[in-house]
């Protein structure tokens, strides 16, 4: 049985192999300076997930549950907090990564509770378990009173794309993210 919960900082680790694997290795690689690698980068990430004023922070992560393990995540935060919460990656990308990233475009705006990264381990998925998921995040939204939830997909990802339209978000915007052009869809 899977079982939704707050994550605890003791699952920075899974987390942050999660959020690696919702964005996927070469857009990982991307934000890497010359030198650095994925193992940098998962470094940055547990730290991040660790940090309690971090986008990819442990309390704006929803996990999971197969028993003990972390199965599958959903980060999210109020988009109107982008730029405070972004200070922790732009520091940490500096110092893990070896890259400057203060002039990164906004993925979100104020107004939606973006879905920054959602995924679910490969022998869990067709499951259910990222629609639960998403669920739990939009009752987090309105918990916190914002309208929407938002997020970007890759343009080339037709079937996250096909996965988020029968949960009801719609199309808003072109946009652009990790060297990558994306969809922004609401629900």
Excluded at 68 to 83: A, E, K, M, P, Q
Excluded at 138 to 159: F, I
């Amino acid at each position: 049985m899977i079982e939704i919960r707050e994550a605890t900082k003791n699952q920075a680790a899974e987390i942050a192999s999660l959020i690696m694997m919702a964005m996927t290795d070469d857009c990982c690689q991307y934000f890497c300076g010359k030198g650095y690698g994925l193992e940098d980068f998962r470094r940055m990430m547990t730290m991040l997930v660790e940090a309690e004023t971090s986008q990819y922070s442990y309390k704006n992560t929803l996990v999971a549950m197969a028993s003990d393990r972390v199965v599958g995540i959903s980060v999210s935060y109020d988009g109107g907090c982008l730029h405070e919460l972004r200070r922790a990656f732009i520091q940490a990308a500096k110092e893990y990564i070896g890259k400057d990233h203060s002039g990164m475009d906004d993925e979100t705006q104020a107004g939606e509770l973006y879905l920054d990264s959602l995924a679910v381990l490969p022998a869990y998925r067709r499951q259910g378990i990222a629609k639960t998921l998403v669920l739990a995040t939009k009752k987090r939204a309105d918990a916190m009173h914002l309208p929407c939830v938002g997020l970007l997909v890759d343009d080339d990802n037709t079937s996250g794309e096909a996965f988020y339209t029968t949960l009801g978000f719609r199309y808003v915007a072109d946009s652009q993210w990790g060297g990558h052009p994306m969809k922004h869809l609401i629900l």
